[in-house]
């Protein structure tokens, strides 16, 4: 028997749960939560029959849910409702199913409330666009590692351990998601390094720059959708041409190793990186 869905739906400043009957509102139905939508475009095949795909993605998925509300307040919640629910809205759209927790990001595209009589229940329906079409875990992971001195301190923006650490500039990520992981990398240096990088080994893929890190300066690196960028203190890097940000961490075990022209002695790492998946 497959466990029920319960959906929390936040925007950011209120939130309402539709699940049993032990929730706000009883979930009707609900759909676009197992996958999202597969655009393919064809060429023609010329001498042979049919054709050929020319590009392929997953497109941007709607989530539909229909729940039913009513009581003493029935009014009450309809006034709130249609004030949460206002097309454009950006939501996070948290789904649990068991022990299994996702995330997706969206905005609400349509809403309306169906009223048969005064005495019923009022039945609402709901869609909401995911332009980004993968659930994220709910959690990221992170992944920490300092060089061995007492005298450097890695700025904690990421959970991590401070003081004396053994490291060699390597680092193991296990991607537990369908698809290519998102990651942001912060590199921080206790003493001057010329053109510090990442790089995957699994896969060759790199990512470097050419800045020098001064002392106490942090590069961040990020591989989130839509988001892919190089920055120290805000501002941008210049990248190294032969730099991958796309589908840098693969699906299982990563083995990563940073550093820079000048090695790795003075350089730490924190890893942050985020599952993602094709539905729930």
């Not at 009883?26 to 475009?41: M, N, P, R």
């Not at 809403?111 to 990221?140: H, Q, T």
């Not at 510090?196 to 002392?215: A, D, E, F, W």
């Not at 550093?259 to 998946?277: K, R």
């Amino acid at each position: 028997m497959t466990e029920k869905l319960i959906i929390t739906i936040d925007n950011g400043t209120r939130k309402f749960t539709f699940g049993d009957e032990f929730r706000d509102f009883s979930i009707l139905s609900y759909s676009g939560f197992a996958a999202a939508d597969f655009d393919v475009k064809l060429s023609s095949g010329g001498a042979s029959d049919g054709g050929y795909i020319s590009t392929a993605r997953l497109g941007s998925r709607t989530l539909e849910i229909k729940f039913d509300f009513g009581g003493k307040n029935a009014e009450s919640v309809r006034q709130s409702l249609i004030s949460f629910f206002a097309p454009g809205k950006p939501l996070t759209v948290t789904a649990q199913r068991g022990s299994v927790v996702r995330t997706i990001e969206g905005r609400a595209s349509d809403f309306d409330i169906a009223e048969s009589n005064r005495y019923a229940p009022s039945v609402a329906s709901l869609s909401v666009l995911c332009p980004d079409p993968f659930f994220k875990a709910a959690n990221s992971v992170y992944v920490s590692a300092a060089v061995s001195t007492p005298l450097f301190r890695l700025p904690c923006h990421f959970p991590c351990v401070l003081g004396a650490q053994s490291s060699n500039g390597e680092l193991e990520i296990f991607n537990s998601g369908d698809v290519h992981a998102e990651m942001v990398v912060e590199l921080a240096a206790a003493s001057s390094v010329t053109a510090p990088y990442i790089l995957n080994r699994t896969n060759g893929k790199r990512i470097k720059v050419g800045n020098t890190l001064s002392s106490g300066n942090v590069l961040t690196i990020s591989t989130v959708r839509r988001a892919k960028n190089a920055v120290i203190g805000g501002t941008r890097c210049l990248i190294d041409p032969s730099s991958q940000f796309s589908d840098f961490l693969e699906v299982g075990l990563n083995q990563l190793s940073y550093g820079s022209d000048d090695g790795s002695a003075s350089l730490a790492a924190n890893v942050q990186y985020t599952a993602l998946f094709y539905g729930i």
